[in-house]
């Protein structure tokens, strides 16, 4: 008789077959290094405006989205609008993918190794 654990294990197994391979950003004329360099530095600016932007009532740094913010509700009298921190991480990635694209990146699929 199988574990919980390996049933688990190999439901994950079987799992990992059927999603599909994650995404990396590319652009032709760029070397690993300065793409990490982008990558990093598009990563601390993200952080540093979706920060910012969870003191606001909307967003204020393109893309203009509502990923961060929760309409209604945000007062004691259940009124307003309120940023939501644990919607922080989604705003930072939209907005570290939209400075990558800014620089000439396209965030493609990952290709397998063979």
Known sequence: ?????????????????????????WRADITPENLARDEQACREIAREQAFEESFHAGPIYPPLRDTQFV???GDED?????????????REYELTEYCMLQRGYTLV?????A
């Open 78 to 90: 259940g009124g307003g609008i309120y940023a939501s921190i644990s919607r922080r991480g989604p």
């Open 1 to 25: 008789m199988l574990s919980l654990a390996g049933l688990s294990l190999a439901g994950l197994s079987l799992a990992g077959c059927t999603f599909g391979t994650g995404t990396e950003y």
């Open 109 to 113: 699929p990952i290709k397998p190794k």
């Open 71 to 73: 309409y209604g509700g």
